[in-house]
């Protein structure tokens, strides 16, 4: 049964877009069309000719069109195996035709949950039928064609073409997985819509579903195979941006772009970040709106790491900067947006990968993290906080305006670095950023180190620690970490607080003449 012609076809769409060319090369071959509702009508306006399914079973829709293939005459059509004794009989006895293709999408319930609208239209938009059909037609696959998504249409098309108004089982096998995977996103965006509901973060059985985005060329390394999913959540970022230009973007330039994008959200003063490998390496606030300036500042800070990196921005990307940009080799430029100045400059690198997202992302918004370990998921919430309610200055020395405001920048950018972080800072930017290390003492000089790089590479002899403020993603287990950091010449310090040891960093803290402020949150990131 490789090979099996369609004679018969049942059509019951939402989304009718390639319906109608569909429909009519179906008619073309003589195939005979049976069809619902809305999809019915918009067959016989057309110029179609339908049988309408109560037609077809005897019974009329019902209940708000609740009930109108949930009957034999459909489901005995649809999942009789052919050829098989006992079913050809019962076919013949109940006159049940066989259906031979079934094109069903279901009712657009995740658009409607999307809309925000209320309780009772998202239950009504809970198809029950069409989940039904499509299951009983994918699991007769062997005998049954489904459809579920109109891009596969010309590929149905094409298959009754080269084999006579027949379909392959390798079409039919393939469509079927399709069928199971569309009615599984499905069950699982109403199971997650209902936990929402009931308010219950963690329900008991988990349900994830995403849809294909992309194919990747590898994925960490050459030797992993990749592939880029989306959820369907509509926060701005690399999973919904626009390319505006540029090669594919690869499995670590989508996790780099969105590590530099969620970074960059997090400021309401226009910004620029630069990441590499899911690190920022300079970060900066725009003095004045100053796009360029911001760029200038943040690739100081490290330019040896920013030469193949991610930049991000939080505002309009203007020719000034892109111009600037343009002058060494970068992997993904995302912004909001992008003028058409700032994208003909931009189009002369025509491997440089340029984003677009249209929004930023909203760093208090709740959503969830997922990470997988070997036979098992961990979830969590996402990390949308900063720090707690109260701030406490808990050395004797309260830093000063300017300190405070760089200790928030610096914290604000050690959430967004791997722990254990340290992030040394001066006057709205980055100037050292320690990441990943398994002692916070060598995080810290790490930093330190990079402070004095940055300066020479400026042409300057003192470091840019001196003078600058450091956050700390964790506590200070010991006091050697501050201490580093005081040596570096560092004069303010935030820090989470709650070490047992707290009282000997605040005790070194006042003997090294530094303020500090605990800011009772961590952000360790792994």
Request: glycine share 8%; charged share 20%; hydrophobic share 45%.
């Amino acid at each position: 049964m490789s090979e099996l012609p369609i004679r018969r076809a049942l059509l019951s769409v939402s989304d009718k877009s390639g319906l109608i060319p569909f429909a009519q090369a179906l008619a073309g071959r003589g195939v005979e069309l049976l069809s619902t509702g809305g999809t019915a009508r918009a067959l016989k306006e057309a110029g179609l000719t339908v049988i309408e399914v109560s037609e077809h079973t005897g019974f009329p829709e019902m209940m708000d069109g609740r009930v109108k293939t949930l009957h034999p005459r459909v489901h005995g059509g649809l999942l009789a195996i052919r050829g098989n004794a006992d079913h050809d009989k019962a076919a013949a006895e109940h006159g049940i035709p066989p259906i031979d293709l079934l094109v069903v999408n279901l009712y657009p319930f995740e658009a409607t949950r999307a809309s925000g609208a209320d309780y009772e239209t998202c239950v009504e938009n809970i198809d029950i039928g069409g989940p039904a059909l499509i299951r009983a037609a994918a699991k007769n696959h062997v005998a049954v064609t489904v459809v579920v998504e109109p891009a596969d249409y010309d590929a149905v098309l094409a298959d009754m073409a080269a084999h006579d108004g027949a379909t392959t089982l390798d079409t039919r096998r393939r469509l079927a997985a399709a069928a199971y995977a569309r009615t599984a996103a499905y069950d699982s965006a109403i199971s997650g819509w209902f936990a929402e509901q009931l308010g219950d973060t963690f329900p008991p059985r988990l349900t994830l579903a995403g849809e294909r985005a992309q194919v990747l060329r590898y994925g960490e390394n050459p030797h992993q195979k990749a592939a880029f999913y989306t959820t369907g959540e509509a926060r701005p970022g690399v999973a919904t941006a626009t390319q505006v230009q540029g090669k594919e973007l690869s499995y670590n330039n989508l996790n780099d772009t969105d590590a530099a994008f969620e970074l960059v959200a997090e400021f309401a003063q226009p910004a620029c970040v630069i990441v590499k490998h899911a690190n920022p390496c300079g970060v900066a606030l725009a003095p004045d709106g100053n796009m360029l300036e911001a760029y200038l500042r943040a690739h100081a800070a490290d330019s040896e790491s920013a030469f193949g990196g991610i930049v991000a921005f939080n505002r309009t990307l203007d020719a000034a900067t892109a111009e600037e940009m343009a002058k060494i080799f970068l992997e993904v430029i995302i912004a909001p947006e992008v003028d058409d100045a700032a994208r003909d400059v931009l189009a002369r690198k025509k491997n440089l990968r340029l984003l677009t997202t249209g929004g930023l992302p909203d760093p208090l918004a709740p959503g969830m993290t997922v990470k997988t370990l070997a036979g098992g998921l961990l979830l969590q919430g996402r990390d949308d906080r900063l720090v707690a309610d109260d701030l406490k200055v808990v050395t004797k020395r309260a830093p000063t305006e300017a300190e405070r405001a760089d200790l928030m920048f610096a914290f604000t950018v050690a959430k967004h670095v791997k722990s254990n972080a340290i992030v040394y800072a001066r006057d709205g930017r980055t100037v050292g950023v320690g990441a990943g290390q398994m002692s916070r003492v060598n995080s810290s000089r790490i930093a330190a180190f990079r402070a004095e790089q940055a300066a020479r590479q400026a042409g300057e002899t003192e470091s840019w620690a001196k003078g600058s403020v450091v956050a700390s993603d964790a506590f200070f287990p010991f006091a050697d970490g501050l201490l580093a950091a005081a040596e570096a010449g560092a004069t303010a310090v935030i820090q989470p607080g709650g070490s047992m040891r707290d009282d000997e960093v605040i005790q070194a803290a006042d003997e090294a003449g530094l303020a500090m402020i605990m800011t009772g949150m961590r952000h360790f990131r792994h």
